[in-house]
C-alpha cells in the first residue's frame, strides 16, 4: 500500500523534473537521448566512437551516469566532447533531477544532441523519464539472446535498439534473428542496428539515423 | 526523508522474511547461495553445468528470479534438478518473502544445496538478503574489468567471485588481475574464481570448494 503510493510519489516529482529538462532542450534546440543497458554492453565505447565520427557534424555533450567513478566522463572528455558526471552512490537509475543539476554544467548553447548514458541496469532506469527525446537500448551479443523477453518493460519503451559486439558473433551463442524477433513483438515500431564498437562494423547505418534525428 | 523511512520500512520487512528462509534452511540442513549478476553474465548456465558436474555427491535445488518467463527454470529442470521459478514482474531484485514462498514448492528434505538465482542486475539485489548462507557475484569477461571500481556495493557483500567467459579472454579488453585487485580492496576475504562455463576451463576448483561448503 505505502510503497504504491511512494513509488507514485517518487514518479511524479521525477516527471516534474523531466518536464524542466525538457524545456531547456527546447530552449537550446538541443535533442537528447536516453542510453539504456546492462554493465558492459558497451554504451560508453559507442558514446565515444560517435562523437569522434560526427565530429564537425553535430556537437554532442554527454551526462554520464554511474553508482560510483568518473572512469566514464574520463573515456568520453578524450574525445574532447564536453561530459559532466552524476555518482548515485547507490541509486540503480538516474533521476531527472540529477539529470537537470548535471546540464548546468554543460556549455548548452554549443550543443545538438546530449546523449545521458544511463546506470548500467536493464530493469530500474525505464521507469524514470528524465525528459529525453528517445530512448536507446544496448544490447551486446555476449548477454544472449533471450534478454527482450526477459526484460520487456525496457525493450517495449525504446526506440532504438543497438546490438552491439557483433564482432564476437562467432564466439558467443546469440542468435541474432530471435532478438530481433522478440524485440519486434515487443515494439513494432523499434529501430535496430547491428554493430560492433570495436570493429566499427555497422556504424555508419547508425550515424545516418542519429544526423537525420538531429536534424529532424 | 519519506523514500529514507520507506527503504527502511521494506528492508526491515525483508529482513524478517530473509529470517524465516534462514529457519528454513537450518531445519532441512540445507546451504543457501545468492547468485547476483549482470544480465547475461552466465548464472544458469553455470548452474546448469554445476549440478551435472555434482550428481551424486550433492542435491541441488535451485529458486530462479526474472521479471519474466520461465526459460531459466526450463533449462535447469533438463538437469534433472528441482527449480521453482519466481516472476517478480518489473522488480529488479528478490525479495525474501517472495523466496519463502518458493522454497515451499521445491523438495527440500531430499536437498544439500539451494541456489537463489536472482534478477540479473548488478545493483539492487545487493541491498536485499534472502537469508542465504552466502553471496556470489557472477561477472563475465565481456563485461570489462572496469565493474568492481563502479558496483563497489555488490562486490563488498560478496564471499565469491566467479569470472565467467575466460574462453572469451582474447577477444575482449579484460584485465583479470586489475579486476582481482580492485575486488579484493573492496572485500579481502573475497574467494575468485576464473572459469568458463562454456568450455568447463577452472569449474573443478569451483566445484571443489562447494563441496567443502557444504560439508562445512
Known amino acids: 500500500m505505502y510503497t504504491v503510493n511512494l513509488k507514485k510519489k ?3 516529482a521525477n516527471e516534474e523534473a523531466a518536464f524542466k529538462n525538457s524545456r531547456l532542450f527546447h530552449q537550446y534546440k538541443i535533442k537528447c537521448l536516453n542510453v539504456i543497458s546492462s554493465p558492459g554492453s558497451g554504451k560508453t565505447t559507442i558514446l565515444s566512437r560517435t562523437i569522434e565520427a560526427l565530429k564537425g557534424k553535430i556537437k554532442i555533450g554527454v551526462v554520464e551516469g554511474d553508482l560510483k567513478t ?3 566522463t574520463q573515456k568520453i572528455k578524450k574525445t574532447g566532447a564536453a561530459a559532466i558526471q552524476i555518482e548515485t552512490n547507490g541509486a540503480g537509475h538516474l533521476s531527472a533531477e540529477q539529470v537537470y543539476e548535471a546540464l548546468q554544467n554543460l556549455p548548452l548553447a554549443k550543443l545538438n544532441l546530449v546523449f545521458i548514458e544511463n546506470v548500467g541496469n536493464l530493469v530500474c532506469p525505464s521507469d524514470f523519464v528524465l525528459g529525453e527525446h528517445g ?12 534478454k527482450p523477453a526477459k526484460y520487456p ?9 543497438l546490438i552491439n559486439k557483433i564482432d564476437l558473433l562467432g564466439n558467443v551463442d546469440f542468435d541474432t534473428s530471435r532478438v530481433r524477433a522478440d524485440a519486434l513483438k515487443l515494439n513494432k515500431n523499434l529501430k535496430i542496428f547491428e ?9 555508419q547505418n547508425w550515424y545516418d539515423y542519429l544526423l537525420g534525428f538531429v536534424a529532424g
Open 10 to 12: 517518487i514518479l511524479d
Open 153 to 161: 518493460s525496457t525493450f517495449a519503451k525504446a526506440d532504438i535498439l
Open 135 to 146: 530512448r536507446v537500448v544496448v544490447l551486446s551479443t555476449a548477454e544472449g539472446d533471450d
Open 195 to 203: 554493430i560492433s564498437a570495436k570493429t566499427a562494423a555497422g556504424l
Open 70 to 72: 568518473d572512469l566514464d
